[in-house]
């Protein structure tokens, strides 16, 4: 008898101690929940910012993930100017693990990494040797520059792989840019009145070698 | 037996801390459970994103690369016909590699064959296709 009386309180502050976590727990799952990082920011800005970087109308792109040379001397204007939704935030580009931007101190925000090329361009110059007024150019190039140079006869037309790029009925004489396909080798024919003395044409085409490179992208809003 | 009677004579105590006991195991357990909520909740698993990330980036690489001899681009060349993806296999498969960073391994399907390695089951893996003139080519990569 006198023990359940001496339990009664016991039960009842146990209940109330109890109850009390219990409530406590509930209020801080329910803080938990409602402060959970439901839209990743630092992975949002870093995942578009590394699309941006890679994009093929992207000033630091040559085309889709071939990325021009300059993006190694990125200044953090330019970044700012060319990719506007890192304004602001702390952000690094890596291009095979060297830095080659950072503004901030973005350890801790998201990473995202990405397989591109880095393609470096040269320019070779010759003077072609032309059989039957034709040459094939060594590499492959998007863009040739001729300058044309015919002494005593008439250029009228240049082709390239039997397509038209120039054309002049009055002779051409002078440098020209063209355009050519860099998937396919590239033979360039002159159409002329006489044979072009050796000398007559100079071409500068432009090969690109490319390297593979990761970039990494981290930001942290 | 002494211990039995001091049992007894404490028959009260013993009793009342039975009670406190157990509302002290109960406390604890859902001060347990409360904790889980009070560290950060698990961060989303960002590996399978970065897999599709480096898939997709694989098939543009290659997709943008001029041919070897002749065809489109060089990725049409390998799917063109039996004959080419056999001369062009070996070297497509170190272009791959070199692609692809250290950390993954790859598979690359082709309408005439596949270069790369066998996927494992049960790992996560990124896969991205890309249409060519000759069919559609699929880059499958995974972590080693």
């Known amino acids: 008898m006198t023990r359940a009386q001496a339990n009664l309180p016991a039960l009842a502050v146990a209940l109330v101690l109890l109850t009390a976590t219990a409530g406590l727990s509930v209020a801080l799952a329910d803080a938990a929940f409602a402060s959970v990082d439901r839209d990743p920011a630092d992975r949002r800005v870093a995942d578009t910012l590394s699309d941006r970087l890679v994009a093929p109308e992207s000033p630091t792109t040559r085309r889709a993930n071939v990325l021009r040379e300059r993006v190694l001397s990125l200044s953090r204007a330019a970044l700012d100017r060319s990719f506007p939704v890192v304004r602001g ?5 890596e291009v095979d693990g060297a830095t080659v931007l950072d503004r901030g101190d973005p350890t801790g925000g998201a990473t995202v990494r990405r397989v591109v090329l880095l393609a470096r361009q040269q320019s070779v110059t010759l003077v072609p040797t032309l059989d039957r007024n034709a040459t094939t150019l060594p590499r492959r190039t998007g863009r040739v520059t001729l300058t044309l140079r015919p002494a005593n006869a008439t250029v ?5 792989n039997g397509r038209v790029v120039l054309h002049d009925p009055s002779g051409l004489n002078g440098t020209y840019d063209v355009r050519v396909s860099r ?12 044979p072009l003395a050796p000398g007559s044409v100079e071409l500068t085409y432009y090969p690109t070698r490319t390297t593979k490179a ?3 992208v981290t930001v942290d809003v | 037996m002494s211990e039995t009677g001091r049992g007894i004579r404490g028959q009260g105590r013993g009793q009342l801390s039975l009670s406190v006991v157990e509302a002290g195991i109960g406390v604890v357990l859902v001060l347990a459970v409360a904790m889980g909520f009070a560290y950060d ?9 970065q897999l599709e990330t480096y898939a997709e980036d694989a098939v543009t690489v290659l997709a943008g690369e001029p041919p070897r001899h002749r065809g489109a681009t060089r990725l049409a060349e390998v799917a063109r016909s039996p004959e080419t993806f056999d001369r062009e296999r070996d070297a497509f498969e170190r272009r791959v ?23 494992p089951a049960g790992v996560a893996v990124g896969e991205a296709t890309v249409t060519t003139v000759e069919g559609d080519v699929t ?4 972590y080693a």
Do not use: S
């Open chain 1, 89 to 93: 935030h702390a952000v690094r580009l």
């Open chain 2, 139 to 142: 880059v499958r990569v995974w």
């Open chain 2, 97 to 119: 590699d070199r692609i692809l960073p250290d950390n993954l391994l790859y598979r690359v399907e082709t309408p005439h064959g596949a270069v790369g390695f066998r996927e």
């Open chain 1, 156 to 160: 009228r037309t240049v082709r390239a």
């Open chain 2, 41 to 49: 909740l698990p961060a989303p698993d960002t590996r399978d994103a």
């Open chain 1, 183 to 194: 998937f396919e080798t590239v033979r360039l024919a002159f159409a002329t009145d006489r």
């Open chain 1, 214 to 216: 990761t970039l990494a």
